[in-house]
C-alpha cells in the first residue's frame, strides 16, 4: 500500500535551474497538496489541487507551478531555481478538504532540495 | 493573524513516562485541530482531528483535549516508547483551505 509517493527524495540544483518533483497518490483522492518545510517555521502551504484538472494557489506561491493532468498525480515546477527555495518539500492528498471533515491528510516523505 | 503556538520546543523523557504538549492558538474561524506525529526524515502522520463540539479524542496511548474557549489543546502521551521520539505538530484549520501548523514540540524517548 503506496499511499503518497515522492520522487526524487533528494536533489541538488545550481541557482536558475529548472525542476519537476512528482507527487503520486494511489487512494483516488480529489485533493492534492504541495508544502514547504523549513526550519523553525511551520509547513506553509505552496499550490493545492481540488480535482484533476485544477490548481489554486496557496500562501507562498511565487517561484512555484503546478499541474494536475492525471487524478493521481500533482506535479510541482521550479522554472529558475533560487537559494530561497532551498526546503523540505512535501505533498499531501485527502479524501476531503483539509480544513473540514474529518478525514486526515496523507503525507509522502518529503523531497530535500537544495539550491547552490 | 492566524497563529498557532506549540510548547514546549522541546522535550526529553524517560521512558515509560507520561508527557503532555500544548497547543494555544487564535485562528478563527475555528474549523477543526489536528495533532500529527513526524519522524525524522519521514511525512506527518495524522494522530486526532478534532472538531469545535468535541473536547477530547484518543488513539491509543495518545489523548487530545480541546477546549475551544480558551483556544487550547493538549496532547498527552501515556507510557512513552521510545518510538514515540518524533516532532508533534498541532494544525488548525480556519474556513475553506485555510490552514496554519505550528512549528511543532520535539520530544524525545530515552531509556
Known amino acids: 500500500n503506496a499511499g503518497v509517493t515522492q520522487t526524487p527524495k533528494f536533489r541538488v540544483l545550481k541557482t536558475g535551474q529548472s525542476m519537476t518533483l512528482l507527487c503520486a497518490q494511489d487512494?483516488?483522492?480529489?485533493?492534492m497538496y504541495w508544502y514547504r518545510q523549513d526550519p523553525g517555521m511551520g509547513l506553509r502551504l505552496i499550490h493545492y489541487s481540488v480535482g484533476e484538472g485544477t490548481t489554486a494557489k496557496g500562501e507562498v506561491p511565487d517561484g512555484y507551478n503546478v499541474s494536475r493532468l492525471k487524478k493521481q498525480n500533482f506535479l510541482l515546477g521550479l522554472e529558475s531555481a533560487a537559494p530561497s527555495q532551498t526546503s523540505v518539500y512535501f505533498c499531501?492528498?485527502?479524501?476531503?478538504?483539509?480544513?473540514?471533515?474529518?478525514?486526515?491528510?496523507?503525507f509522502g516523505d518529503g523531497t530535500r532540495l537544495s539550491i547552490l | 493573524k492566524n497563529q498557532v503556538e506549540q510548547s514546549p520546543q522541546s522535550l526529553i523523557i524517560l521512558e515509560g513516562k507520561n508527557c503532555t504538549l500544548q497547543c494555544n492558538y487564535t485562528v478563527s474561524p475555528f474549523s477543526n485541530l489536528r495533532w500529527y506525529k513526524q519522524d525524522t526524515g519521514r511525512g506527518p502522520v495524522s494522530l486526532t482531528i478534532?472538531?469545535?463540539?468535541?473536547n477530547t479524542k484518543s488513539n491509543g496511548r495518545y489523548t487530545a483535549t480541546l477546549d475551544a474557549d480558551t483556544k487550547q489543546s493538549s496532547l498527552h502521551i501515556t507510557a512513552s516508547q521510545l518510538s514515540d521520539s518524533a516532532s508533534y505538530i498541532c494544525?488548525?484549520?480556519?474556513?475553506?483551505?485555510?490552514?496554519?501548523f505550528g512549528t511543532g514540540t520535539k520530544l524525545q524517548v530515552i531509556p
Open positions: 494544525v488548525v484549520s480556519a474556513g475553506y483551505q485555510k490552514v496554519t
Open positions: 487512494m483516488n483522492h480529489e485533493y
Open positions: 478534532m472538531t469545535f463540539s468535541e
Open positions: 499531501a492528498s485527502s479524501y476531503s478538504p483539509f480544513s473540514g471533515g474529518d478525514q486526515p491528510q496523507h
